[in-house]
C-alpha cells in the first residue's frame, strides 16, 4: 500500500480535484454564464436550488462572496446582524460585513457555535433613535469553529421562528450542510426551511477546485444577481468548474462519513496523549479542535513539530489545533496521523505538567 509522506489535515479545503473529477470537467457543455447560457451552471444551479428547496440559486466563486451578497441583499447600512461569536461572517471574511453592507453584528455568546431563539429574542433591541435596527439571523450549518456542530433542527427552526415574530431576515452559512445532512440523516431541505437564503460551498468535503452557490426565492436571487456583477463575480464559460460542483454531488456527498468516521478515530487517538484534551463526545463531523495547553506548548508550537513530520494541522488560537478529515485523508492516513502526533509529544511530557 502506497503511503503518503504528507497528510494535510489543515482543512478540507486542501481537497484536489481527483482524475474522474477533472474528466468530467474536461467534457463539460459551456456558454456565456452571464448570459444564462452556460449549460452546466445553470444544471448546477437547477439542482442545488431543488437540493435545499430554495427557488433558485446561484453560482459563485466562492461562499465568502455567498454570505457577503446575501448579507447585503437582506440588510441596509447601519443595521445589525445577528450571529454567533464564532461565526465565520465574524472572523474570517475580513471584515466584508463592515464594508461591503455598513452593517454593525451582534455577536452571540452561544454554545459550539450554536445560540437559541431566546438568545436571538434578548438581542433584538427597542425600537429608537439610539439603538441599529435588528434585521437580520445568521446561522451557521454545521458550526464551523464551533467544533462542526450540527444544529438540532428544532432549535433551527426556533432560530428562524423567532427571527420572523420579530420581522428579520434570515440567511444559513451552509457552508458544511452537507456534513450535516450526512451526519444527521435528515435531508438539506429540512435543515434550510425557515432560511430566505443559504450559502453552499462546494470547495469544502465536496472536493471540488472552485466555487459556491447562494440560493433563495426568485425575488432574493434577482438581488443576489446583480451584486454578483458589481463584486466582480460574474464569470463566462463557467461551466469547465461547475461541472465539478456536479460532480461531486453524485460521488462525494455519501462518502462524507468515512470524513466523520476518520475524524472519530483522529479524535480518540489523540485523546490518549498525555497533556491533550478533546471533547470526543461532540466530535459530529469532520471537523477536530484539539487542546493542547497541558502538553506545555502553544499550538503554534505543536503544529510546527507535527508538520517538521509532515502531519499539517491549523492552530485557531494559543492552545487549539484543528484537524480536519476529508477525501484525500485515508484512515491509514489518520492513523499514522495519530502516531506521528504521539511520537512528537511523548518527546514533551517531561516539560509538561501532571494531569
Ligand atoms: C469556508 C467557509 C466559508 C467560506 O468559503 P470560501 O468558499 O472559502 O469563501 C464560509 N462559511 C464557513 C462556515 C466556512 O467554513
Not at 497528510?7 to 474536461?26: C, E, G, H, V
Request: hydrophobic share 45%; aromatic share 4%; with cysteine.
Amino acid at each position: 500500500m502506497e503511503t503518503k509522506t504528507f497528510i494535510d489535515l489543515s482543512s478540507d479545503t486542501q481537497t484536489k480535484p481527483s482524475q474522474a473529477m477533472r474528466a468530467f470537467m474536461a467534457q463539460a457543455p459551456v456558454g456565456d454564464e452571464q448570459k444564462q447560457e452556460d449549460p452546466t451552471v445553470n444544471a448546477l444551479q437547477e439542482r442545488v436550488a431543488a437540493l435545499l428547496g430554495k427557488e433558485a440559486a446561484l453560482y459563485l466563486p466562492s461562499a465568502t462572496m455567498a454570505n457577503e451578497i446575501a448579507i447585503k441583499v437582506h440588510t441596509q447600512p447601519g443595521d445589525e446582524v445577528i450571529a454567533d461569536r464564532t461565526a465565520h461572517i465574524i472572523n474570517a471574511e475580513a471584515g466584508g460585513p463592515a464594508v461591503l453592507s455598513g452593517v454593525m453584528i451582534r455577536a452571540l455568546d452561544g454554545t459550539r457555535g450554536l445560540f437559541t431563539a431566546e438568545q436571538v429574542e434578548s438581542a433584538v433591541r427597542r425600537e429608537g433613535p439610539h439603538y441599529p435596527r435588528a434585521r437580520l439571523v445568521s446561522a451557521e450549518q454545521t458550526a464551523n469553529l464551533g467544533g462542526g456542530t450540527v444544529w438540532p433542527l428544532e432549535q433551527l427552526r426556533a432560530v428562524a421562528e423567532a427571527a420572523r415574530r420579530h420581522g428579520l431576515h434570515t440567511h444559513m452559512d451552509g457552508a458544511r450542510l452537507m456534513n450535516a445532512v450526512v451526519a444527521s440523516g435528515i435531508p438539506a431541505h429540512e435543515h434550510t426551511r425557515g432560511y430566505e437564503s443559504v450559502t453552499f460551498c462546494l470547495t469544502k468535503g465536496l472536493g471540488c477546485p472552485v466555487g459556491a452557490l447562494v440560493a433563495g426565492d426568485r425575488a432574493f436571487i434577482k438581488a443576489a444577481l446583480v451584486l454578483k456583477h458589481r463584486f466582480g463575480g460574474a464569470m463566462r464559460q463557467a461551466g469547465i468548474i461547475a461541472a465539478a460542483g456536479l460532480y461531486a454531488l453524485d460521488h462525494n456527498v455519501d462518502r462524507l462519513a468515512h470524513d466523520h468516521t476518520n475524524a472519530q478515530i483522529l479524535a480518540r487517538g489523540l485523546a490518549e496523549i498525555h497533556g491533550i484534551k478533546i471533547d470526543v463526545a461532540h466530535v459530529e463531523t469532520n471537523l477536530v479542535f484539539v487542546d493542547v495547553a497541558g502538553t506545555g506548548l502553544t499550538a503554534q508550537e505543536v503544529a510546527s513539530r507535527l508538520l517538521a513530520r509532515g502531519v499539517r494541522v491549523g492552530a485557531t488560537s494559543r492552545t487549539l489545533i484543528r484537524a480536519v478529515t476529508h477525501l484525500d485523508v485515508s484512515q491509514a492516513d489518520v492513523q499514522r496521523a495519530v502516531a506521528i502526533a504521539q511520537e512528537v509529544l511523548s518527546k514533551t511530557r517531561a516539560g509538561a505538567p501532571g494531569e
